[in-house]
């Protein structure tokens, strides 16, 4: 009884972070992107359309609800939780300041067998994306975290957080600036993490 009321608890209080995801859609809906500097995407012009590394991509929604099954302390899911809402909040600010297109990157991709993997992805009013990439950021902080835990898993999680690096750029989701700059951000959110739990 005890377990099921402490997963229980690990859960919900995860889900805090789990909700601000609806906040991505409303900054969508309502900023316009800007034009993409030539810079950036001149730098993505020249990386190739890998439309099976959108398996890997998916990943990141397996790794996004497994921390309340693999940390079993409350009190340390609610310092991942606290963390990973201040990545989300650093995120959207940027995204606000600077919703850039990602048209430039969106025209490579090509018709495949896995395309309507790409489309439940792609929407229409949703053509501009975040500098760093969260689907990057946070990765790098789950899977860092959850390692620590579960030395078992290691292998796995630094798969998944080189996977799905990979992935957000190779399958025209995000510049490479964007992950690159979430690789960094999520690490410093393992620090975060570190430093409030005193590990």
């Known amino acids: 009884m005890y377990i099921e009321v402490d997963i229980k608890n690990r859960i919900t209080n995860y889900s805090l972070f789990l909700s601000f995801f609806a906040v991505y859609f409303l900054i969508a809906a309502i900023v316009d992107p800007i034009p993409c500097p030539k810079w950036i995407s001149s730098i993505d012009n020249k990386i190739p359309f890998i439309w099976w590394m959108i398996i890997p991509y998916y990943s990141y929604y397996i790794l996004l609800i497994i921390p309340p099954f693999l940390i079993h302390d409350l009190n340390k899911i609610k310092k991942l939780t606290k963390v990973l809402i201040e990545t989300a909040i650093f995120c959207y600010i940027i995204y606000i300041l600077w919703p850039i297109s990602s048209y430039d990157v969106l025209k490579d991709v090509t018709p495949n067998i896995l395309s309507f993997l790409h489309n439940f992805i792609t929407f229409e009013f949703l053509h501009q994306n975040a500098l760093p990439s969260m689907h990057v950021s946070v990765t790098t902080t789950i899977g860092l975290v959850i390692s620590i835990y579960q030395n078992k898993y290691r292998f796995l999680m630094m798969s998944m957080i080189l996977g799905i690096f990979l992935a957000t750029f ?30």
């Open 170 to 199: 190779l399958i025209k989701q995000h510049y490479l600036i964007d992950s690159i700059t979430g690789l960094i951000l999520g690490y410093i959110g393992f620090l975060r993490y570190k430093y409030l739990t005193k590990i």
